[in-house]
T-cell receptor, first 113, second 116 residues
Framework: GENVEQHPSTLSVQEGDSAVIKCTYSDSASNYFPWYKQELGKRPQLIIDIRSNVGEKKDQRIAVTLNKTAKHFSLHITETQPEDSAVYFCAAFVQGGSEKLVFGKGTKLTVNP | GAVVSQHPSWVICKSGTSVKIECRSLDFQATTMFWYRQFPKQSLMLMATSNEGSKATYEQGVEKDKFLINHASLTLSTLTVTSAHPEDSSFYIC????????????FGPGTRLLVL
């Protein structure tokens, strides 16, 4: 089945710096890749997503890139702010049969003021 | 739009009792809902996929007789943890997928279960 690897597990940056989180997936049939932000004790919130027919998508300070050939996708956060501190999860949507999201293990991002 | 609620948000129970958690899609219909379990500092682990009007599909290693799932309407799915034990203590989160939309899932706020 699908396997999603996420790196790094923790990331600490200074306010204003950029942060990059990378994920790889194993199933070439996966076609949808969302990113979720989860603050402590709260629900995961969808922050951006990308479909396999697109290579890059941007929403203000957040961007996601997808390399289908290499089967990896990345989250880029520019001009980080303390409120960006949270755990970020990438996921891949598995098609066919039991359609479901498979999540990476998460990256704890800390933005230091 | 796309709001999912969960009830209760917190529950403490004694070992051996059963606990029911509700997941509701408030402003959309959800043919499919998902139940996840999340242990501290870990990722979301899918327990089961719940389809309205049919039996739930459980992930490998999840006991279907212990975690009973019912999805009787397009806006409500319930998870019952039967004969709960301390090792069942966790954060249980549901998500709902809007009917007709294949991939996007919206998460509920989660239910923190503590079994004493």
């Amino acid at each position: 089945g699908e396997n999603v690897e996420q790196h790094p597990s923790t990331l600490s940056v200074q306010e204003g710096d950029s942060a990059v989180i990378k994920c790889t997936y194993s199933d070439s049939a996966s076609n949808y890749f969302p990113w979720y932000k989860q603050e402590l004790g709260k629900r995961p919130q969808l922050i951006i997503d990308i479909r396999s027919n697109v290579g890059e998508k941007k929403d203000q300070r957040i961007a996601v890139t997808l390399n289908k050939t290499a089967k990896h996708f990345s989250l880029h956060i520019t001009e980080t702010q303390p409120e960006d501190s949270a755990v970020y999860f990438c996921a891949a949507f598995v098609q066919g049969g039991s359609e479901k999201l498979v999540f990476g293990k998460g990256t704890k991002l800390t933005v230091n003021p | 739009g796309a709001v999912v609620s969960q009830h209760p948000s917190w529950v403490i129970c004694k070992s051996g009792t059963s606990v029911k958690i509700e997941c509701r899609s408030l402003d959309f219909q959800a043919t499919t809902m998902f139940w996840y379990r999340q242990f501290p500092k870990q990722s979301l682990m899918l327990m089961a996929t719940s389809n309205e009007g049919s039996k739930a599909t459980y992930e490998q290693g999840v006991e279907k007789d212990k975690f009973l799932i019912n999805h009787a309407s397009l806006t409500l799915s319930t998870l019952t943890v039967t004969s709960a034990h301390p090792e069942d203590s966790s954060f249980y989160i549901c998500s709902a997928r809007e009917t007709g939309r294949q991939e996007t899932q919206y998460f509920g706020p989660g239910t923190r279960l503590l079994v004493l």
